[in-house]
């Protein structure tokens, strides 16, 4: 809309909602529904071919020490 806003009385006011087109109400199901509907699921052709290694116990103490040598660090320790 580009312009002056068109003027109207104070009665065509307050019956603009009943002289302007809108869309029904939508329920929480049919909301739900919409957007199951319109929005696909994706899902990453190699995400089931992923696996992860077992951690063994050296490995899970390295990650420890690293983690604390990182927290002393940010701390200035």
């Known amino acids: 809309m580009t312009g002056p ?3 109207m009385s ?3 006011y307050i019956s603009i909602d ?3 087109e809108t869309s029904a ?3 929480l199901v049919d909301i739900a529904s919409s957007i ?3 929005e696909p699921e994706v899902k990453a052709d190699d995400e089931e071919d992923v696996t992860i290694p077992p951690v063994t116990s050296k490995m899970a103490l390295k990650a420890i020490e690293t ?3 990182y927290y002393d660090a940010a701390a200035g320790i």
Request: hydrophobic fraction near 30%; avoid cysteine; aromatic fraction near 0%.
């Open 25 to 27: 109400e939508m329920s």
């Open 5 to 7: 806003a068109p003027q």
């Open 18 to 20: 009943e002289i302007t």
């Open 36 to 38: 199951q509907e319109t």
């Open 67 to 69: 983690e604390q040598a």
């Open 10 to 12: 104070v009665q065509e």
